[in-house]
């Protein structure tokens, strides 16, 4: 089995309890306002009816808006959920190939993290993964999900996440590595069975048979210099 470091979806997870905390927040204080409002009844009536319809229609607004924050939190919480799901799901998979590879899960950069590497005999891989449902199929060298280009651009941000990653290795071991960039989906069929600009498009049931068919590239003294940093770097992160 592959040795493992650091867990997967720990971010995201942290994120979606973050985003739940604050739908509860607002939720409570829609609550509060309302309670406040009612204990108090008496007392904004004596101001007399315009200023109760003023006061009611402010009110009124203002639950509205925060309402509608809640909601979007709230499903923001539950797409974080779904995402570290998937990471997780990915992450099961890792675990379970050959003796002499490495999975590392979730590790952070500024401003963003990389959601899974693998290295081992085969080189050195980087695995963003994606939740969405539905189908993933190539039109030239453009994604298409469930027949149109999704909203964020996944193969500009599997790239960037990979020229970053590799800078990182050249100041971390002063040489150069070859990374392959992995767009692995967890949850939709994907058609694609061909790399799109430079990038393999596969879905979860096909990860263990991706990696059997690599051929050796890295020597064992190899990968351990390159496990060593970013084992380091994920406790120092984590």
């Given amino acids: 089995m592959a040795i493992q470091h650091g867990t997967a979806g720990k971010s995201v997870r942290e994120?979606?309890?973050k985003?739940?905390?604050?739908?509860?927040?607002?939720?409570?204080?829609?609550?509060?306002?309302?309670?406040?409002?009612?204990?108090?009844?008496?007392?904004?009536?004596?101001?007399g009816l315009p200023v109760v319809i003023l006061i009611c229609v402010m009110i009124k607004l203002g639950a509205d808006r925060i309402e509608k924050q809640a909601m979007y939190l709230k499903k923001r919480s539950k797409d974080?959920?779904?995402?570290?799901?998937?990471?997780?799901?990915?992450?099961?998979?890792?675990?379970?190939?050959?003796?002499?590879?490495?999975a590392l899960y979730d590790i952070h950069f500024k401003g963003f993290n990389i959601d899974h590497v693998v290295i081992g005999p085969?080189?050195?891989?980087?695995?963003?993964?994606?939740?969405?449902?539905?189908e993933v199929d190539a039109n030239g060298e453009s994604l298409l999900l469930n027949g149109k280009p999704p909203k964020k651009d996944f193969l500009q941000q599997?790239?960037?996440?990979?020229?970053?990653?590799?800078?990182?290795?050249?100041?971390?071991?002063?040489?150069?590595?070859?990374?392959k960039p992995?767009?692995?989906?967890?949850?939709?069929?994907?058609?694609?069975?061909r790399p799109v600009k430079g990038i393999e498009v596969i879905r979860i049931g096909y990860l263990k048979r991706f990696f059997a068919r690599q051929s050796s590239r890295l020597s064992p003294e190899q990968i351990e210099r390159l496990v060593g940093p970013l084992d380091y770097w994920l406790q120092k992160h984590s």
């Fill in 182 to 193: 992995v767009l692995c989906f967890s949850n939709a069929f994907v058609k694609v069975r």
């Fill in 158 to 179: 599997t790239w960037r996440q990979t020229y970053h990653f590799k800078e990182f290795l050249w100041k971390m071991t002063s040489q150069e590595w070859q990374v």
């Fill in 122 to 134: 085969g080189g050195i891989f980087l695995i963003e993964t994606k939740s969405y449902r539905g």
């Fill in 15 to 17: 994120m979606a309890f």
């Fill in 80 to 102: 974080a959920d779904r995402g570290a799901l998937a990471e997780e799901n990915v992450a099961a998979q890792l675990a379970d190939l050959p003796e002499g590879y490495h």
């Fill in 19 to 47: 985003r739940h905390q604050k739908a509860s927040v607002l939720a409570a204080v829609i609550l509060i306002a309302g309670l406040l409002m009612l204990t108090n009844m008496n007392r904004i009536a004596k101001l």
